[in-house]
């Protein structure tokens, strides 16, 4: 159980355009979702955690409005890179938690690379 | 605010020996904390949890993990490390009792030689 997909599992783009990351909750209602960004030989940093129905709340320096994030249904986030750039190339990696759960299932993330 | 350090970048143990991976937390409550192992190009594996309870926690793989509340430390640790033990492991940590985020170190990568 508790299992989390993310779609795609990679993806490059053109400079400008726009990219999005689907991140689902397979068995279980996942009330709240987060997005992590992951570089080389790094840890995974926190974007944003997405409650369902409502607004994402984004960590500091995050662009709100370049990192779109809707969280529509309790077993359905996206995230939308919007006008990508290269310095966007990363590896995007979502979880999900079900209501009142400690722990975060995570997805097998995302390659980026916007060339 | 909550923090989690994992002093060393790299850990180096020969095939059958056993292994400490070293995490200490920050917390203003009491702590969940987590241990999760990521291979190449893949997301996070759990591998095990301390909310409360004993402080030894067992989890997959054959690994363990002892919280330390006097020394704020949560230490993954394996009696007989194995090649394919080798990954990117990550210690984490979130208040108890609250909605908040987990907190992720920096990460240690586990080298195991045959």
């Known amino acids: 159980g508790a299992v989390v997909s993310q779609h795609p599992s990679w993806v490059i783009c053109k400079s400008g355009t726009s990219v999005k990351i689907e991140c689902r909750s397979l068995?279980?209602?996942?009330?709240?979702m987060f997005w992590y960004r992951q570089f080389p030989k790094q840890s995974l940093m926190l974007m944003a955690t997405?409650?369902?129905?409502?607004?994402?709340?984004?960590e500091q320096g995050v662009e709100k409005d370049k990192f779109l994030i809707n969280h529509a249904s309790l077993t359905l986030s996206t995230l939308t890179v919007t006008s990508a750039h290269p310095e966007d190339s990363s590896f995007y990696i979502c979880?999900?938690?079900?209501?009142?759960?400690?722990?975060?299932?995570f997805g097998p993330g995302t390659r980026l690379t916007v060339t | 605010a909550q923090s989690v350090a994992q002093p060393e970048d790299q850990v180096n143990v020969a095939e059958g020996n056993p292994l400490t991976v070293k995490c200490t937390y920050s917390?203003?409550?009491?702590?969940?904390l987590f241990w999760y192992v990521q291979y190449p190009n893949r997301g996070l594996q759990f591998l095990l949890k301390?909310?409360?309870?004993?402080?030894l926690v067992k989890g997959s793989y054959g690994f363990e993990a002892e919280f330390n509340k006097s020394q704020t430390s949560f230490h993954l640790k394996k009696p007989s490390a194995l090649v394919s033990d080798s990954a990117l492991y990550f210690c984490?940590?979130?208040?108890?009792?609250?909605?908040?985020?987990?907190?992720f170190g920096s990460g240690t990568r586990l080298s195991i030689r045959p």
């Open positions: 979880s999900a938690s079900p209501a009142g759960g400690a722990e975060q299932y």
């Open positions: 068995d279980f209602q996942a009330t709240t």
């Open positions: 997405s409650n369902e129905g409502s607004k994402a709340t984004y």
């Open positions: 917390v203003s409550g009491n702590p969940y």
């Open positions: 301390y909310i409360t309870g004993d402080n």
């Open positions: 984490a940590v979130r208040d108890y009792g609250s909605a908040s985020k987990i907190i």
